[in-house]
């Protein structure tokens, strides 16, 4: 099962996915606000892939962000009704979030029985709250010390 845009692919992981994602996560700027640092290795970020390809078994709320054949980001559901996503830099503020997230969200309400959906968010990362507000979220409270930078 894949949700198909304009221009992307939302599909669940692969294996072959493996040299793209770490590129995304081993990559400074994609990172900065990220709740982890970087990954140092395309280990480390092979134990996230395969985290990906397992969950995605049971249901597929979590998808990869494919264009043009290559997978660019991530983005979905990746606990009990709390949405994220990433992107690589080169794809910044072009409008693929949004376009991401506007068919994700959707299928999340289909798929599960959240009943609301929820976003964490560094509040220095005015990228993503802008985006988020966009996307009909809003700020609900405020928490300190919830990442590891």
């Known amino acids: 099962m894949a949700l198909k845009t304009k221009r992307l692919t939302l599909r669940a992981a692969r294996q072959t996915d493996l040299d793209d994602l770490y590129r995304i996560y081993s990559d400074r700027r994609a990172m900065q606000y990220w709740s982890t640092a970087p990954h140092d290795s395309p280990a480390r970020t092979q134990d996230n892939l395969d985290r990906l390809i397992s969950s995605a078994k049971q249901q597929l709320l979590y998808f990869v962000i494919e264009k043009d054949g290559k997978v660019i980001g991530a983005a979905g559901m990746h606990q009990a009704y709390e949405v994220g996503f990433l992107l690589h830099p080169d794809y910044w503020r072009q409008g693929i979030v949004t376009e991401a997230m506007n068919a994700i969200i959707p299928h999340l ?12 968010v560094d509040p220095r990362n005015a990228a993503s709250i802008g985006l988020l507000i966009s996307l009909g979220f809003r700020e609900t409270h405020r928490a300190q010390n919830t990442f590891l930078h």
């Open 109 to 120: 309400f289909e798929a599960t029985s959240a009943p609301a959906l929820t976003a964490d």
